[in-house]
């Protein structure tokens, strides 16, 4: 079954980059220390803003993210942590090298997913854009998982270097057990989308292709069995768009205490929040709470102001399409 998901408006989704250090160089990583910093946050601090955000909202979920968390010696300790907090879910974003001996160290009543980020069906399509031996490593990572009897999910982040190889991800997928695939578009962020040899190969896919290929493959795996989840995108004009910044209770907080409701404002020091002595704080104006009331007929304001690309061809009035909020997903079922 295939459904728009609509925002949660009740449960509150906390995206936790714990440190911004990793093991790999993803050739499309969007990690900006710049902007996010280069500290990995202690455990006491990691609990003290945990328990910020769950004074804020009854049963949130946390994502912990990185870099890569697991680099984190404490990371066991945040998990549970969270769940003494009563954090509804716990996921843990991994790149699949799995440090610190993590499987054995939390249980399946603990996390509710590992989440990997795998970006081709085989060695061949993903070593390049994610390093040397990363295919074999987060497919033994996912095997491992697996058998302590995790739940674990998968995450292909689409690029014009990947796309023509996605349709074979949902026999491997099946193969390895997965039970959610969520299905990402590449972001125009990353130091890739400075380096000219990088910039065509890795660029987002045009909205035909885009049309053309994703339902097909996600109908796929989800006859498999498996829930799959991927951005809308775009917008047919007489469907109604909505900005996750006013309606929904996202966060992404960085360890330098900076807090975004909007992942496409994370280049730039647009957060609305921040976390000051352990309590969040609004910033100064401009922020990118400004931003979401605006309404424009191409739909998502910051897509118009960063990702130009996917907009809609100007045709007068009557906009072929719309460009949907990045948090905005379809879901099909199995
Ligand atoms: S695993 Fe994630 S954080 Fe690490 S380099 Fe790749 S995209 Fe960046
Ligand atoms: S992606 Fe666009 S629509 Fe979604 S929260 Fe950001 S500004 Fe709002």
């Given at each position: 079954?295939?459904?728009?998901?609509?925002?949660?408006?009740?449960?509150?989704n906390i995206f936790f980059h714990i440190l911004t250090r990793c093991n790999l160089r993803c050739r499309h990583c969007y990690i900006n220390p710049d902007q996010h910093g280069r500290n990995t946050l202690?455990?006491?601090?990691?609990?003290?803003?945990?328990?910020?955000?769950?004074?804020?909202?009854?049963?949130?979920?946390?994502?912990?993210?990185?870099?890569?968390?697991?680099?984190?010696?404490?990371?066991?300790?945040?998990?549970?942590?969270?769940?003494?907090?009563?954090?509804?879910?716990?996921?843990?974003?991994?790149?699949?090298?799995?440090?610190?001996?993590?499987?054995?160290?939390?249980?399946?009543?603990?996390?509710?997913?590992?989440?990997?980020?795998?970006?081709?069906?085989?060695?061949?399509?993903?070593?390049?854009?994610?390093?040397?031996?990363?295919?074999?490593?987060?497919?033994?990572?996912?095997?491992?998982?697996?058998?302590?009897?995790?739940?674990?999910?998968?995450?292909?982040?689409?690029?014009?270097?990947?796309?023509?190889?996605?349709?074979?991800?949902?026999?491997?997928?099946?193969?390895?057990?997965?039970?959610?695939?969520?299905?990402?578009?590449?972001?125009?962020?990353?130091?890739?989308?400075?380096?000219?040899?990088?910039?065509?190969?890795?660029?987002?896919?045009?909205?035909?292709?885009?049309?053309?290929?994703?339902?097909?493959?996600?109908?796929?795996?989800?006859?498999?069995?498996?829930?799959?989840?991927?951005?809308?995108?775009?917008?047919?004009?007489?469907?109604?768009?909505?900005?996750?910044?006013?309606?929904?209770?996202?966060?992404?907080?960085?360890?330098?205490?900076?807090?975004?409701?909007?992942?496409?404002?994370?280049?730039?020091?647009?957060?609305?929040?921040?976390?000051?002595?352990?309590?969040?704080?609004?910033?100064?104006?401009?922020?990118?709470?400004?931003?979401?009331?605006?309404?424009?007929?191409?739909?998502?304001?910051?897509?118009?102001?960063?990702?130009?690309?996917?907009?809609?061809?100007?045709?007068?009035?009557?906009?072929?399409?719309?460009?949907?909020?990045?948090?905005?997903?379809?879901?099909?079922?199995?």
């Open positions: 079954m295939r459904k728009t998901v609509s925002f949660t408006r009740h449960s509150a202690d455990i006491d601090t990691i609990d003290r803003w945990l328990a910020l955000f769950a004074r804020r909202h009854p049963s949130p979920n946390v994502i912990f993210l990185g870099g890569e968390p697991t680099l984190h010696p404490d990371l066991t300790i945040a998990v549970k942590r969270s769940r003494d907090l009563g954090y509804a879910s716990v996921t843990i974003d991994t790149n699949g090298y799995l440090f610190h001996d993590i499987l054995n160290r939390v249980t399946p009543h603990e996390v509710d997913y590992f989440s990997f980020s795998l970006d081709g069906p085989s060695p061949k399509v993903n070593d390049p854009l994610r390093g040397n031996g990363c295919f074999k490593q987060c497919t033994q990572g996912i095997a491992a998982a697996k058998l302590r009897g995790f739940a674990v999910s998968l995450i292909y982040t689409v690029s014009r270097a990947n796309i023509d190889h996605l349709h074979r991800m949902p026999s491997l997928l099946a193969e390895l057990g997965v039970d959610r695939f969520f299905i990402q578009v590449i972001g125009v962020r990353g130091k890739w989308t400075e380096d000219a040899r990088h910039r065509d190969v890795l660029a987002q896919v045009d909205r035909n292709t885009w049309l053309e290929v994703i339902p097909q493959v996600a109908e796929a795996a989800a006859r498999r069995g498996i829930t799959v989840t991927f951005p809308k995108v775009f917008l047919d004009p007489k469907e109604p768009f909505e900005c996750a910044g006013l309606v929904a209770d996202n966060y992404f907080i960085f360890p330098n205490g900076r807090v975004y409701r909007c992942p496409l404002c994370e280049d730039y020091p647009l957060h609305s929040l921040e976390i000051r002595n352990d309590r969040l704080a609004e910033t100064a104006k401009v922020n990118e709470a400004d931003l979401f009331p605006l309404v424009i007929p191409e739909g998502c304001v910051m897509n118009r102001i960063i990702q130009p690309c996917n907009l809609p061809p100007a045709d007068g009035c009557n906009l072929p399409y719309k460009i949907a909020c990045c948090m905005l997903k379809e879901e099909i079922t199995p």
